[in-house]
C-alpha cells in the first residue's frame, strides 16, 4: 500500500504569487505543469494555531477508528460535542480533514483523512 503524504509548507504571499505567476505563465505557453498539492501558511505561528496538540489528536483518531460521525468522534476523544464540531470546521477549512455529508435519519457528517503523514517543508 502507498503510503500518501501531504505536504504544509510556509511561503510569504510574495513566494506563492511569484508560483502562481510561473505557473500561469507556463500554462500560456501550453507547457505542461506538474500537479502540486499542499497547505501552505505564512509563518510557523499559524501552523502551530492550526495544528494544537487537541487537532492532531483529531486526526490521528479520524485516521485510526474512522468514526461515522463527528458526535461519535466527540464520544471516542472524550471531549464536548460543540469543541469537536469547532475544531473538525477548522481542520477542514485548511484542508486537513474532508467532510462527507451522510444521509441517515438527521443526517451525519463523517469525517475523513485522506493521508498517511503530513510533512512540514521550512526553506531557509
Known amino acids: 500500500m502507498k503510503v500518501r503524504d501531504i505536504k504544509i509548507s510556509i511561503k510569504s504571499d510574495k513566494d506563492?504569487?511569484?508560483?502562481?505567476?510561473?505557473?500561469?505563465?507556463?500554462?500560456?505557453?501550453?507547457?505542461?505543469?506538474?500537479k502540486h498539492e499542499g497547505i501552505s501558511f505564512e509563518n510557523l505561528d499559524a501552523i502551530r494555531k492550526v495544528l494544537t496538540e487537541e487537532r492532531l489528536?483529531?486526526?490521528?483518531?479520524?485516521k485510526k477508528e474512522h468514526p461515522q460521525s463527528i458526535y461519535e468522534l466527540a464520544k471516542m476523544l472524550h471531549r464536548d460535542i460543540k469543541n469537536t464540531f469547532n475544531d473538525v470546521q477548522f481542520l477542514a477549512q485548511a484542508g486537513l480533514i474532508e467532510?462527507?455529508?451522510?444521509?441517515d435519519g438527521r443526517g451525519k457528517t463523517m469525517p475523513r483523512v485522506n493521508y498517511d503523514r503530513i510533512l512540514l517543508e521550512i526553506a531557509v
Open 16 to 34: 506563492l504569487f511569484k508560483e502562481v505567476k510561473e505557473v500561469w505563465e507556463k500554462l500560456e505557453k501550453g507547457e505542461k505543469v506538474k
Open 57 to 62: 489528536r483529531i486526526l490521528k483518531t479520524v
Open 99 to 103: 467532510l462527507k455529508k451522510i444521509k
